[in-house]
């Protein structure tokens, strides 16, 4: 990784964190990230990077909160790794141009291939689910059986 030799080389940009606490948000992302892949094998009955193409859309699970948990979790981890190294190079070649760059990626060919492949259901899935950021449910939306339902206040 270029960002990592060149931040060695040019210390000046380090950042003040401990270690272990990158290191303890490391181990997270990282079983995070095994959560995403093992979510996508059960569910979609594939494996990423077109190992395993998908047979069926992962809609459960942390594919019920967005579309693209495992690019979320690498995203992050690729952050958190330049906190752990303190270098503040790798954060910010993370941030501005690893990111943008698996983005655009994503939404220009997976998304398509995904719409090509399984047309309207998938269609329906990326109307529902965001593309990257989880969104928080309300009690009222998670609990399908109370939906249409009004309270009566008597004063």
Same mark, same amino acid.
């Given at each position: 990784?270029? %960002?990592?030799?060149?931040?060695?080389?040019?210390?000046?940009?380090?950042?003040?964190?401990?270690?272990?606490?990158?290191?303890?948000?490391?181990? %997270?992302?990282g079983a995070?990230?095994?959560?995403?892949?093992?979510?996508?094998?059960?569910?979609?009955?594939?494996?990423?990077?077109?190992?395993?193409?998908?047979?069926?859309?992962?809609?459960?699970?942390?594919?019920?909160?967005?579309?693209?948990?495992?690019? /979320?979790?690498?995203?992050?981890?690729?952050?958190? /790794?330049?906190?752990?190294?303190?270098?503040?190079?790798?954060?910010?070649?993370?941030?501005?141009?690893l990111s943008?760059?698996?983005?655009? /990626?994503?939404?220009?060919?997976?998304?398509?291939?995904?719409?090509?492949?399984?047309?309207?259901?998938?269609?329906?899935y990326k109307?529902?689910?965001?593309?990257?950021?989880?969104?928080?449910?309300?009690?009222?939306?998670?609990?399908?059986?109370?939906?249409?339902?009004?309270?009566?206040?008597?004063?």
């Amino acid at each position: 990784m270029a %960002a990592v030799g060149f931040g060695k080389e040019h210390p000046i940009m380090t950042i003040p964190v401990p270690r272990e606490i990158s290191h303890f948000v490391l181990l %997270a992302i990282g079983a995070f990230l095994t959560a995403t892949v093992l979510n996508l094998a059960i569910q979609g009955l594939g494996a990423p990077f077109a190992v395993a193409l998908s047979k069926r859309i992962a809609r459960g699970w942390l594919y019920s909160r967005t579309r693209n948990p495992m690019v /979320l979790g690498t995203l992050l981890f690729a952050v958190v /790794l330049g906190f752990w190294l303190q270098s503040l190079h790798v954060v910010l070649w993370a941030a501005a141009w690893l990111s943008p760059a698996w983005l655009i /990626l994503v939404r220009v060919y997976e998304e398509r291939e995904l719409e090509l492949r399984f047309g309207e259901p998938y269609l329906d899935y990326k109307r529902q689910t965001p593309f990257l950021w989880p969104r928080v449910r309300s009690a009222k939306r998670a609990c399908p059986r109370d939906a249409g339902r009004t309270a009566i206040i008597r004063g």
